[in-house]
């Protein structure tokens, strides 16, 4: 199976702040990657798919890059409905798996 | 407006089964696969399994082959996972998750049910 690995854990920012996490998967997977917001007691939403694609309806503020092994996603200015969870999920093969997950949360 | 709605979770004794449905609305059913994937409370994401769009073809998470089985009724735009066997660490939010693109397994998921909680517990 491939691990993911999200780094880090937990962060800690404020409103208008540049905020990065990454993600690091056990053997390369392409760009076969996509990035999901959860907030509490609430379904994830896609944000990006295929590493750097924005899904439809999301804001610009958010971006994704990366291929093979190591990948991001930056939040350029962050908005106070950004504070959240956020995951990593890879579908290069099954089984599909996802990181740990990063939560944001306010200094 | 695409719809997934989880229904049959419940508190249910180790050993035991339930059966999930996601009935689904405002768009084509037959024409996307979809996937379950479940939260344990407080913990992260683990997909769970997924059923081709035409059914032929399904895949689980380890952690549940032999015990969960995916099916789906296109003609009532309904997907199902029997789970049996029952253990506490299946205690969980159950959610579907449509794919993105359609005729293929998908890489990533654009639409989610709001979960069904499944607990087990003597």
Known sequence: ?107 | QVQLVESGGGVVQPGRSLRLSCAVSGFTFSSYSIHWVRQAPGKGLEWVAVISYDGSDKHYADSVKGRFTISRDNSKNTLYLEVNSLRDEDTAMYYCARVRSAHSYGSDFDYWGQGTLVTVSS
């Open chain 1, 1 to 107: 199976d491939i691990q993911m690995t999200q780094s880090p854990s937990s962060v800690s920012a404020s409103v208008g702040d540049r905020v990065t996490i990454t993600c690091r998967a056990s053997q390369g997977i392409n760009s076969w990657l996509a990035w999901y917001q959860q907030k509490p007691g609430k379904a994830p939403q896609l944000l990006i798919y295929a590493a750097s694609s924005l899904q439809r309806g999301v804001p610009s503020r958010f971006s994704g890059s990366g291929s093979g092994t190591d990948f991001t996603l930056t939040i350029s200015s962050l908005q106070p409905e950004d504070f959240a969870t956020y995951y990593c999920q890879q579908s290069k093969s099954f089984p599909y798996t996802f990181g740990q997950g990063t939560k944001l949360d306010i200094k």
